[in-house]
């Protein structure tokens, strides 16, 4: 039984960071998941996969593994990096490159 720790990256669906802060405590699936024959559905006996458990730090979440006796992932996350830039930046003087419109 494995889970794996790590804070999921932000909905591009919205512009908030609410819950971005999260950290996510999933278990891995030890058994393949099937198709089933009569319907077709994809399906898994491991149950442990649907447990998602929310924790609001990461030593929350380490802590609540070890106590538990859950070996663990830590998966860090990767900061965004983002250039901040102005709508009139793409028309100063000193741009590098050449307007292409």
Known sequence: MTARIYRPAKQATQSGQATSGNWLLEFESETARQVEPLMGWTSSSDTRTQ??????????????????????????????????????????TTRMGQWTH
């Open 51 to 92: 447990v998602r458990l929310r924790f609001g730090s990461k030593e929350e979440a380490v802590a609540y593994a070890q106590r538990n006796g859950i070996a663990y992932t830590l998966v860090e996350p990767k900061e965004a990096t983002r250039r901040i830039m102005a709508y009139a930046d793409n028309f100063k």
